[in-house]
């Protein structure tokens, strides 16, 4: 039975060409053909990202649906914005949906930002805070011991850090945001780009897949399969002070993803420690300036 299949197929597509073929000059074809059945020469459909169909909002407009700091985070200019300053810093917090939690998916989303803005889109992540987390938990993150100041009248002076401002002001605890404070991947965003697409792990293994390469991760680390972007390119991608769309994909093991049209880091992951099927979904922040986030959308695969 599935040779008479492929035999019918192959008739399918021998009759669709002559349909194609036969087609006057500069009419459509009769039966144009779906990416995957394409000729060699003709290239497949783009990616429309203001399309929608298949995806659910998880942004109405309003930051119904998020959990978050209302000492933080508002709407402005119809986005998910928050801003940080020296007066007011806020150190490295999340808003978090309350859709619940995504496998595979096609996460899309608009971002940008002024200042020295760090932040990024979490996704298969959990609540540090909620004990009632399931899956993957990462362990403690142990920080390399700094080597100690030599002793004697001969130590050199260390100068003291000039303060950022007049006022410097002083972040919300740790405590405190613990209740919105997520551990697992990231989507990366700065406005400096330099990590920008980065696959980011936050109370993880930090930077683990670097932009610009296609990485592949185990137990014992991660390694470059293949350089897809260079800096200068990657620089050329971003638009700087102006959206920037994204799009993550992942499926498995494997996530894709890519910044204005262009893929900018995938990542293959197998580490048992530390990979997460699935999770939250939230958006992240730290360092001083503003950070706008709006048309965040996921289909489920």
Request: with cysteine; proline share 9%; hydrophobic share 35%.
């Amino acid at each position: 039975m599935k040779y008479r299949n492929l035999i019918a197929a192959a008739g399918a597509l021998t009759l669709s060409a002559t349909l194609m073929a036969q087609a006057p000059a500069g009419a459509p074809p009769a039966n144009p053909l779906r990416a995957g059945f394409q000729r060699i020469q003709q290239p497949p459909p783009m990616v429309d990202f203001a399309d929608n169909t298949g995806f659910t909002s998880l942004f109405d407009g309003t930051l119904k649906g998020w959990s978050y700091d209302p000492n933080l985070w508002d709407i402005k200019d119809g986005s998910i914005h928050i801003v940080a300053t020296c007066e007011k810093p806020t150190g490295t917090v999340y808003a978090v949906s309350t859709a619940g939690e995504f496998g595979d998916f096609v996460l899309k989303y608009e971002m940008k930002g002024t200042g020295n803005i760090n932040g990024g889109m979490q996704f298969r992540s959990y609540i540090t805070g909620d004990p009632s987390s399931t899956g993957t938990k990462f362990p403690p993150v142990v920080r390399p011991a700094q080597q100690p100041r030599p002793a004697g009248a001969n130590a050199p002076a260390r100068p003291p850090r000039p303060a950022a401002c007049a006022n410097p002001g002083t972040p919300p605890t740790r405590e405190y945001e613990s209740k919105w404070d997520l551990a697992g991947p990231q989507a990366d965003f700065d406005e400096g780009n330099k990590y920008s697409g980065m696959f980011y792990e936050q109370s993880g293994r930090a930077v683990i897949a670097t932009p610009g390469f296609s990485m592949y991760g185990d137990a014992s680390g991660s390694y470059a399969m293949a350089k897809i972007v260079d800096k200068a390119q990657h620089d050329e991608w971003f638009h700087k002070d102006d959206w920037n769309q994204f799009i993550v994909v992942a499926i498995g093991h494997s996530t894709s993803i890519y910044m204005n049209g262009h893929l900018i880091t995938q990542f293959v992951d197998t580490d048992p420690t530390y990979f997460r099927p699935s999770g939250k979904i939230g958006v992240e922040s730290e360092s001083t300036g503003d950070l706008w986030v709006r048309n965040i959308s996921i289909k489920k695969l």
